[in-house]
């Protein structure tokens, strides 16, 4: 990504009133914040390595001659309700607020987003058992992604 690229992107947040934005590709990490007066304010550039993780989520169909996966339609799937950078501490010096195996009480706070530098507290839908934690420290998650999976009954 050269300077023209980025000279690009800023027009175009310009036009569309867009106020943050943050881009990372092929191990370069671009982000940008807009002032009120509509000047950008923050950039920040970043060149890392990141090695690409995937999730394999357990399918809940049979394969011809495979044992049965177990049914994850029973648990709880806690979603993130914003866009926004994902935290299991509320600080990097604290201790997680859950881990798998955790069990946890409706109303238990589960992780924190930063979104637009506000903290959001996630909390617990019901009680249960932290299964599987699917959200990453530090990183970026979507509306709608599943960050937990809660089995109520355990």
């Keep these: 990504m050269d ?4 000279e690009n992107i800023i027009k175009i947040l310009r036009q569309n009133e867009v106020t943050e934005f943050e881009l990372e590709q092929e191990g370069t990490r671009v982000k940008l914040a807009r002032t009120p007066a509509g000047g950008f304010a923050h950039i920040e550039s970043r060149m890392e390595v990141v090695p690409a993780v995937q999730v394999a989520m357990p399918v809940a169909t049979v394969a011809s001659g495979a044992a049965p996966q177990e049914d994850l339609g029973r648990f709880v799937k ?3 309700p914003i866009v ?5 501490r509320p600080s ?11 069990s946890i009480s409706k109303g238990s706070t589960l992780c924190i987003i930063e979104a637009m530098k506000l903290m959001n507290e996630i909390e617990a839908p019901t009680s249960g ?16 992604e599943v960050l937990f999976l809660i089995d109520p009954a355990a």
């Design 78 to 80: 806690v979603e993130s």
């Design 3 to 6: 300077i023209k690229d980025i």
């Design 84 to 88: 926004g950078t994902f935290y299991r």
């Design 92 to 102: 990097p010096d604290a201790e997680n607020f859950v881990k798998e195996g955790d």
């Design 129 to 144: 058992k932290i299964v599987k934690i699917l959200g990453a420290e530090g990183k970026v998650v979507e509306f709608g």
